[in-house]
């Protein structure tokens, strides 16, 4: 593996000079508290996740380790603004941006944190930062990870890449038997632990409404249509539908989409940012943290991500008793296929089928689904005690 370090060290310091400000670097780099810092004293678990849903399905295996292990203390690292920004200022843990993937940074890291164990939820496992654990002989845990096809870093094409994880990574916690079927079939052993999503789902299901939403709520004349974790491309086929008797309100997955989001209604849109509650057609909702607890106010709901990569989370909708319409790329998130079967989660390709589902939702056709949807993720939660478990045995607690 030593083309990579050596590629990631250069394209490091160039971006120190050539980087904008404003760019993922450019947010990194300016992260430079912990570089003043002494190095964190005593037990530490380090967590990483890529931004705000994959550390809520980390946050109650962190914060249950940390109840068992009171003499243990919690970092938590981001490499998504959008994960960070919400929740710099977490309780139970150090909060920091992901430090960039090269080894004079990896180094530097891992001298202040001092990990005892590392823990990565789902992926963004990156080379340097697992063979600076490896050197560090720091047990290294994966947890509620799919994988419905081999991962870029255990690739064959990549045998050193390959071969540092393989011998990084303790333990690798997968989703479901498919998963691991898949780690098998790339020569890699794991162990399916289950899917943390539906323990983090069920601490929703009674979650309470901002006051603010409250009154927005109020105010509107027409049934609510939340479009959560919306992409420009779910507001362009949304504006192409026939959305008419609802009061859509738009929750961008990235708030610097915010305004796309605006332009594809023609820029005709309240903003719950700047306005006061009243009556809209069109309510824009550029706030961090706010999303899932506003499913529970909505009369139909569409989860977007879905004419991109793939869906968004669904769950924190299905435990608050709504059935949800996505785009046409859901398939890659492990619990969308049963979603999807007990109906659930309804798939549309076209605004046609758009039209179709909010025409249903107002019929009320899905009110009888709703105790069934709370009822069944319920059923699913209760696996993070064994991940819990899990990472004690792997630093032998």
Known sequence: MVLYPVLTELIFRASRILAPSKSWLGTVGADKAWKQKEPLKGKVVWMHCASLGEFEMGKPILEGFLDNNPNWSGVVTFFSPSGYEPRKNYPRATVHYLPVDAPSEVSKWLKYCNPSLAVFVRYDLWPNHIAGLKKSDVPTVVVGMSASKTPWYLSSMLPFIRGTFKAAVSIWGMVNDRDAATMSAAGIHSVVLGNPKYDYAATLMNIELPEKFERWSAAQAKPILLVGSAHEMDAVVLAQSNHSGYSVWLVPHDLKEASKLSDAFNGKVSSSATDEPHATNILLIPEFGVLRSLYR???????????????HNVLEATVQGKVVACGPHWQKIPENESLAAQGFLVPGAHHTDWTAYLERALQG?????????????????????????????????
């Open 297 to 311: 106010v909505a009369d139909a709901v569409i989860v977007g991500g879905g004419f991109g990569k793939a869906t």
């Open 365 to 397: 056709d899905f009110v009888h689904k709703e105790k069934e949807a709370r009822n069944w993720v319920l059923a699913q939660s209760g696996v993070c005690e064994k991940m819990i478990e899990t990472l004690e045995q792997a630093v032998e607690l």
